[in-house]
């Protein structure tokens, strides 16, 4: 089997070193998705060497409120990966009342001086609409919305600008998770667990878990592992093609 796994929150688990090396043991690729610059820097050296493990750097929407955005670690840092996220917008009770600040670090981590040849990793909880308007306005070339859970009709314009979507096992037991899985093209399917937050049979997913949820996802997507394979290396040419 050749798995992915598009959106990990490492630095979340008990013993994130021993998980990493799980994944790459496994050969799986996999983003770690960190929250801010400063757990970038922080882990940064940890996973640097790893063939199958990339770490992301992020600034996730809902720290927004307790940390403001660190632009001068971020510029410090962001040539040390092709990889950006977690990132993106969140809308949802107490984070949209810093939308501006949500908004001010989107629109700067998503702009031309950072996005050629990168990968971001997207949040948009009740936000989708103002997220592919950033991207499209900044010309993000490459841009994978994980969880999705907004308008089907916001849906369709994301997937018609080429961006990707990652699925998670939680995505299969929701109606609504169920109904964004129907309406997507297979050439925009990715996979991820969401790691340590999206459960799987009410437990924490570690990579020995995945051939079973892939196969959980053959019953509604056929050749789901080759699919979403085929689908994350063609994402990663594209990005070496933009530079």
Partial sequence: MTLIDTHVHIDFYPEPQLVAQQYE?????????????????????????????????GYHPQVASKYSFNEVLFNKWVNKTKYIGEVGLDYNGEH???????????????????????????????????????LEKNKVKHAIFHWYSGKLSTLEKIYERGYYFSLNPRML??????????????????????????????????????????????????????????????????????Q
């Fill in 25 to 57: 043991s496994m050969k799986i690729y996999t983003m770690f998705v960190t929250n801010l610059p400063e757990l970038f820097e922080k882990h940064y050296k940890s996973f640097q060497n790893f063939k199958y493990v990339r770490l992301c750097i």
């Fill in 96 to 134: 949209l009342e810093i939308k501006n600040r949500q908004i001010d670090a989107f629109e700067y981590i998503t702009s031309p001086k950072f996005n050629k040849g990168r990968v971001y990793t997207i949040h948009s909880r009740l936000s989708e609409d103002m997220v592919l308007d950033i």
């Fill in 173 to 242: 037991v929701s109606k609504g998770g169920k109904k964004i899985i129907e309406k997507l093209p297979l050439n925009r399917l990715l996979f991820e667990t969401d790691g340590p937050f999206a459960k799987y049979n009410k437990q924490i997913i570690i990579p020995s878990m995945l051939p079973t949820i892939y196969s959980d996802f053959e019953d509604v997507v056929p050749a789901f592992e080759e699919t979403v394979y085929k689908n994350f290396k063609r994402l990663l040419i594209e990005k070496d093609l933009y």
